[in-house]
């Protein structure tokens, strides 16, 4: 388990550090951080144990909003992770 | 200096560290419950060291699956890590290669996403993402085995709104990957995608699959653009 875990985050830095890289793939890498974000972002607050999940009883939806809105205003992690988790403290209060 | 830099990525580790917290602990309460000792936790967030690995592990051996098929599955949740650790690649150009294989090994999502929003304000050394790596998973492992050992009797998280810390992260992050219209198009584009894929695909292939499509759209626009409007950079 510990070999599949590694060799996946191990072998590309390791060896592609020791190559020249084409352009091509260089710009293909560049979009990989948004790409992977959103992937990663996207079921968890879309998304509930069923599928889609576009609701007023989706509490981690509406806490996106303000916490989109803050980072949107601040560009901060700190601020945002706190508005987010204040928000869903807030909501889940009132929806129960 | 040094201890500087290093610092610096130990206070970058930080809101992982809030949603390390209770995930870990709800990973060490499950792993207690289907039988794992604390000494073996331990050695599971110390030596394998990820998040979804573990929790798709613990809930195929309580399955009763064979060591073949949990490592076969292990391994295809880690997936993702490839394009990650990939991705990094242009950004330690500048750090000294025995570093790399060390470093490699603390990459997580989410330690991957807070240095790609570092790294892209500026130039990082290997200290940096030691410290990053050092704090996040000193921490996981800490939260894991707190949850093995003490159990069920911890509060719940949600009272504290711990399990919206990770989403925010992201969704922090996110929005300082974005720079141009073009950036917001894609993203947009990964979530209906991610979405989309797990829908109808079990386990996190969505990852990969909407990550890899939406990176070579986001090229194939990048060529569409510049062969179009010469003058434009995207």
Redesign the interface.
């Known amino acids: 388990?510990?070999l599949?875990?590694?060799i996946?985050?191990?072998?590309?830095?390791?060896v592609?550090?020791?190559m020249n890289?084409p352009p091509?793939v260089?710009?293909?890498?560049?979009?990989?951080?948004?790409?992977?974000?959103?992937?990663?972002?996207?079921?968890?607050?879309?998304?509930n144990e069923t599928?889609?999940d576009i609701s007023l009883n989706n509490q981690?939806l509406l806490?996106?909003i303000p916490?989109?809105i803050v980072?949107?205003l601040t560009?901060?992690?700190?601020y945002?992770?706190f508005?987010?988790?204040?928000?869903?403290?807030i909501i889940?209060r009132f929806l129960g | 200096m040094k201890r500087k830099e290093f610092l610096s990525g130990v206070k970058a580790a930080?809101?992982i560290v809030?949603g390390y917290i209770p995930v870990g602990m709800a990973f060490g309460v499950l792993a207690a419950q289907i039988g794992l000792t604390v000494s073996e936790v331990f050695f599971?967030s110390l030596?394998?060291?990820?998040g979804s690995?573990q929790f798709v592990?613990v809930s195929l051996m309580s399955a009763g699956a064979s060591a073949v098929a949990?490592?076969?599955t292990?391994?295809l949740v880690?997936?993702?890590?490839?394009?990650?650790?990939?991705?990094?690649?242009?950004h330690?150009?500048n750090i000294p290669?025995w570093s790399?294989?060390l470093?490699?090994?603390g990459?997580t999502?989410e330690t991957?996403?807070?240095a790609?929003?570092e790294v892209?304000k500026e130039k990082k050394g290997e200290l940096f993402f030691l410290g990053l790596n050092i704090t996040s998973q000193s921490f996981w492992i800490l939260s894991t085995v707190i949850g093995a050992s003490v159990g069920n009797i911890i509060p719940d998280p949600?009272?504290?709104?711990?399990?919206?810390?990770?989403?925010?992260?992201?969704?922090?992050?996110?929005?300082?990957?974005?720079k141009n219209k073009k950036?917001i198009l894609?993203?947009?584009?990964?979530?209906?995608?991610?979405?989309l894929f797990?829908?109808i695909l079990p386990g996190n292939w969505?990852?990969i699959l909407?990550?890899?499509l939406?990176?070579?759209i986001?090229?194939m626009i990048?060529k569409w653009t510049v062969k179009y409007s010469p003058s434009s950079s995207g």
């Open positions: 388990m510990m599949v875990t590694y996946p985050r191990m072998l590309p830095l390791v592609l550090s020791k890289i091509l260089l710009n293909w890498l560049k979009y990989i951080p948004i790409a992977v974000l959103a992937s990663l972002l996207a079921p968890e607050i879309f998304m599928g889609l981690m806490a996106a916490a989109f980072a949107s560009k901060n992690l700190f945002t992770v508005s987010g988790m204040g928000a869903i403290i889940s | 930080l809101p809030f599971m030596l394998v060291y990820a690995g592990a949990i490592i076969f292990t391994f880690n997936s993702r890590h490839i394009l990650m650790s990939a991705a990094l690649v242009p330690v150009r290669r790399l294989p470093i490699s090994y990459i999502d991957f996403a807070v790609m929003g892209t949600r009272a504290f709104g711990l399990h919206f810390a990770m989403p925010a992260m992201f969704i922090a992050l996110l929005i300082m990957q974005i950036g894609l993203a947009m584009l990964a979530i209906g995608l991610s979405i797990k829908s969505n990852i909407a990550t890899i939406t990176a070579t986001g090229v990048e």
